[in-house]
């Protein structure tokens, strides 16, 4: 499985990003893509996912602000971020996790980097 992200940067507070995980080389039909997030010092922690089937789930950090959304035909993941804030500044990184044969196998992206200036 590959997955090529996109779309950090610098953003003001208040501001919005758009970031893009671009996801192939999989076969299964159960599987879920979510962003993640790691600031220096701390955890990688979900920031949001997505299954195949559409169901969400988010961080309450980012509930209201963010919105995770899927292009099937392209097998893209999208996450849309608004009303940013500085403590939303991490290396943003894209899993693909999948179920084959009762085992979960996970896939990393290289990380993009969001920073937001105060």
């Known amino acids: 499985v590959q997955l090529v992200e996109s779309g950090g940067g610098l953003v003001q507070t208040g501001g919005s990003l758009r970031l893009s995980c671009a996801a192939s080389?999989?076969?299964?039909?159960?599987?879920?893509i979510g962003w993640f997030h790691q600031a220096p010092g701390k955890e990688r922690n979900l920031v949001a996912t997505?299954?195949?089937?559409?169901?969400?789930n988010y961080a309450d950090s980012v509930k209201g602000r963010f919105t995770i959304s899927r292009e099937n035909d392209k097998d893209t993941v999208y996450l849309q971020m608004n009303i940013l804030k500085p403590e939303d500044t991490a290396v943003y990184y894209c899993?693909?996790?999948?179920?084959?044969?009762?085992?979960?196998?996970?896939?990393w992206g290289q990380g993009t980097q969001v920073t937001v200036s105060s």
């Open positions: 899993r693909f996790g999948e179920m084959v044969e009762g085992f979960e196998y996970e896939y």
């Open positions: 997505i299954t195949n089937s559409g169901i969400t």
């Open positions: 080389g999989f076969t299964s039909d159960d599987y879920a």
